[in-house]
């Protein structure tokens, strides 16, 4: 199975990381599929507006909605989750290389979101890098029955284990 995942450890750290992995495969001529997440930070406030990059060149989708100061709520929108995930799966129907989901989160945990996305490309041998939470691995490991392997949360590291998967030289 071609499914790996990374875990950063601070606020955003995995989203960064991914952004750079992405940067770093799309000059290696590699198709890219899924999404990479964008932060934006607010400055009144300590959340971000977050922000997904469907791969390899857009649409570029806001995932997060304003639930005005005093909210606790989850602040994703599940509408615009799901508008990412199908654009994803355009892409990856059209062909490609390497598959980046930005995050397997409560929802992939839930059974929505990128899950079907992940399981085609893993179906058409496609190998898959998951950005992942502490929170999330137990439903992650279920999920892939405990067989992806964890990368060390740096872009070399990720950009060689994919170079492997794929045949490119990614260093």
């Known amino acids: 199975m071609k499914l790996a995942y990374t ?11 991914l952004q750079t992995v992405a940067r770093g495969l799309q000059p290696l001529g590699l198709a890219l599929a899924g999404t990479v997440q964008i932060n934006t930070e607010l400055a009144d406030q ?24 005093n909210s606790q709520g989850c602040r994703l929108n599940p509408d ?54 502490p929170n999330n691995k137990p439903a992650f490991d279920t999920f892939c029955d405990g067989q992806a392997i964890q990368l060390d949360a740096n872009a070399e590291a990720i950009l060689e284990w994919v170079g492997t998967q794929t045949g490119a030289d990614a260093l």
């Not at 300590?46 to 997904?52: A, I, K, S």
């Not at 062909?95 to 085609?120: M, P, Q, S, T």
Request: hydrophobic share 45%; aromatic share 2%; with cysteine.
């Open 46 to 69: 300590d959340r971000c507006d977050m922000d997904v990059l469907v791969l390899p060149d857009g649409p570029t989708i806001r995932i997060s909605q304003s639930l005005g100061p």
């Open 80 to 133: 615009a989750l799901e508008q990412s995930v199908q654009a994803s799966q355009i892409q990856l129907a059209k062909g490609a290389d390497v598959v980046l989901i930005n995050k397997f989160g409560k929802h992939e945990a839930d059974g929505r979101g990128f899950r079907d996305v992940i399981a085609e490309a893993l179906a058409q041998d496609i190998p898959v890098v998951v950005g992942l939470n």
């Open 7 to 17: 875990m950063a450890p601070g606020r955003g750290d995995t989203d960064a990381l």
